[in-house]
Nanobody
């Protein structure tokens, strides 16, 4: 599956941003990871077929992942952003259970204090 991400940018602390990621076909799971320089890529949120979601503890209550199945597009609404949310965000997706993730291009999110 091919993924095309959009969104991101610069926002002040406490602000909001929305990321989008469109898949080239149906998927079993889609979501977002993020990465800062020198650190490992970490899971932010995922949404599975049927609408099951999971979130990193650090974003629970602030970020919401959703999916438009008709458009094969996943959204990450990020509210109450903090400087520590600054990272390159990568969309991930897999077309079936057990398949390796495909990755979209990274999109920079910068939260100023």
């Amino acid at each position: 599956v091919q993924l095309q991400a959009s969104g991101g940018g610069l926002v002040q602390a406490g602000g909001s941003l929305r990321l989008s990621c469109a898949a080239s076909g149906s998927t079993y799971v889609m979501g977002w990871h993020r990465q800062t320089p020198g650190a490992q890529r970490e899971l932010v949120a995922s949404i599975y077929v049927g609408g099951i979601t999971n979130y990193a503890d650090s974003v629970k209550g602030r970020f919401t992942i959703s999916k438009d199945n008709a458009k094969n597009t996943v959204y990450l609404q990020m509210n109450s952003l903090k400087p520590e949310d600054t990272a390159v965000y990568y969309c991930h997706g897999a077309h079936r259970f057990g398949a390796a993730y495909s990755w979209g291009q990274g999109t920079q999110v910068t939260v100023s204090s």
